[in-house]
């Protein structure tokens, strides 16, 4: 079955700088590539998503890009704000017709 | 539309004792996925009902079962109980099978003594 893995597991940053989580994935038909926000006693929430025919997505500060000869796919946070301090999954479809999941990214972000 | 909704959002439970928590997904979805969150292992697939079918099921014991209804609730049921099964069960509904966004819905938080 498919493997994701994700990295770092804890991420630092300093309010306004760049945050980026980085997952591996191993099926090459994995297709649809969703990443989530989780706050502290919330549900996941998708924050952004990207299919296997585009490289690259953006919504305002964030962006996720996709190498598919690597096999791994990225999650970009710009100008990073408190308020995004939270765990972030990767996640990947695969071609198990499930989700598999990396196993999260604790982000904190220091005003 | 309202949000995914699951109940009870807490529950303790002993050891072999069994539970069966319930997840309504979105109006209109017709998929509902059930997971495990525990620490350090992230998010862990149990199943997926969609038009009150199991598509697909994932590593767990048959402890682990699920039935959808017509309305497209779902429930899952842990029988005899092992310390190992707390965690947060978190459903997730989709309009459609497969490869569609999923919603998350707040959890179940079991804690097995």
């Given amino acids: 079955g498919e493997n994701v ?10 309010e306004g700088d760049s945050a980026v989580i980085k997952c591996t994935y191993s099926d090459s038909a994995s297709n649809y590539f969703p990443w989530y926000k989780q706050e502290l006693g919330k549900r996941p929430q998708l924050i952004i998503d990207i299919r296997s025919n585009v490289g690259e997505k953006k919504d305002q500060r964030i962006a996720v890009t996709l190498n598919k000869t690597a096999k791994h796919f990225s999650l970009h946070i710009t100008e990073t704000q408190p308020e995004d301090s939270a765990v972030y999954f990767c996640a990947a479809w695969a071609t198990g017709n499930q989700f598999y999941f990396g196993t999260g990214t604790s982000l904190t972000v220091i005003p | 539309k309202a949000g995914v909704t699951q ?5 303790i439970k002993t050891r072999g004792q ?8 979105i109006s209109g979805h017709r998929s509902v996925s059930w997971y495990q969150q525990t620490p350090g292992q992230g998010l862990q697939f149990l199943f997926e009902y969609f038009s009150e079918t199991q598509r697909n099921k994932g590593n767990f014991p048959g402890r682990f079962s699920g039935r959808q ?3 497209s609730r779902s429930e899952m049921n842990v029988s005899t109980l092992e310390l190992g099964d707390s965690a947060l069960y978190l459903c997730a509904s989709s309009l459609g099978a497969g490869k569609e966004t999923q ?10 003594l």
């Fill in chain 2, 103 to 112: 919603y998350f819905g707040p959890g179940t938080r079991l804690l097995v």
């Fill in chain 2, 7 to 11: 109940t009870p959002r807490y529950l």
């Fill in chain 2, 69 to 71: 209804f017509s309305n």
């Fill in chain 2, 18 to 25: 069994q539970v069966t928590l319930s997840c309504s997904p």
């Fill in chain 1, 5 to 14: 893995e994700q990295h770092p597991s804890t991420l630092s940053v300093q």
